[in-house]
């Protein structure tokens, strides 16, 4: 059931970024980037968990480890950097992806931003000395890697659907509900990553926020690919 906007019922949340028609009067949609908290001990765990989330190949199409894991640390960074330097309403996922996609000159100067950065303790700084000592071929290989991985943010509906946030999934721990995370099939490959990423956002949220008094979070997976079998897990988490 596709839908653009959170349309929400008797405790239910609706998320996804395609829509046969509007609703009036939604919530805006999740940007993960809005729970990094640039003053928090885990600031640096947490932006790796979103870059992970986009660093993903489907079975088959597997890139090699290296370039993978270079990818990640080059977005985790990046991640970083826009959250702490960045105005709050241009902390967005978005925003990393324009500044990966810079020119040549654009991105030096990006890099040569992030070299001066003293933020997340110096790990930005880091991160831009980690790329900027590759040599030019693998820096290329890199880079190109994390574009691909980040591709499916030009999409207009992704960046609209990740612009804001004034829902955390944590939030259910207080007020019951059910919230789903809805892809059209044949939007299921492309836009993979914006489901993990949502996926990952809710673990991280009900594993750090304080026990609720609600019943226990049942996570659920269906795929309209395999005769909508259901595979599901549930975690206690108060």
């Known amino acids: 059931m596709p839908a653009s906007r959170p349309v929400r019922g008797p405790g239910r949340v609706l998320y996804g970024a395609w829509t046969l028609s509007a609703s009036p009067g939604v919530l805006r949609p999740v940007t993960p980037l809005a729970q990094l908290d640039p003053a928090s001990p885990d600031l640096t765990e947490d932006a790796q968990t979103i870059a992970d989330a986009l660093v993903h190949d489907a079975p088959g199409h597997s890139g090699e480890a290296h370039w993978n894991e270079e990818a990640k640390a080059l977005i985790a960074g990046v991640i970083l950097h826009t959250v702490i330097h960045e105005p709050m ?6 925003t990393v992806r324009d500044k990966l996609t810079r020119d040549p000159a654009g991105l030096a100067a990006l890099l040569a931003d992030m070299q001066a950065s003293t933020g997340a303790h110096g790990l930005i700084a880091r991160a831009a000395n980690r790329q900027l000592g590759k040599s030019d071929r693998e820096a290329a290989g890199v880079l190109s890697s994390a574009q691909r991985h980040t ?3 030009d999409s207009p509906r ?3 659907s990740t612009s804001a946030s004034d829902f955390r999934f944590a939030d259910l721990k207080e007020r019951p509900g059910t919230v789903f995370l809805c892809l059209p099939p044949d939007r299921l490959d492309t836009y993979a990553r914006w489901l ?3 996926i990952a ?4 949220d009900m594993a750090r926020s304080l026990p609720g008094r609600n019943a226990p979070c049942c996570f659920c997976s269906m795929s309209s690919r395999r005769s909508a ?7 206690r988490w108060g």
Not at 89 to 94: D, G
Not at 201 to 204: D, F, K
């Open 89 to 94: 309403s241009q902390a967005t996922l978005a």
């Open 151 to 153: 591709h499916f943010l």
């Open 158 to 160: 992704i960046v609209d």
């Open 196 to 198: 993990r990423l949502l």
């Open 201 to 204: 956002q809710a673990v991280t």
């Open 229 to 235: 079998a259901w595979s599901r897990w549930s975690a």
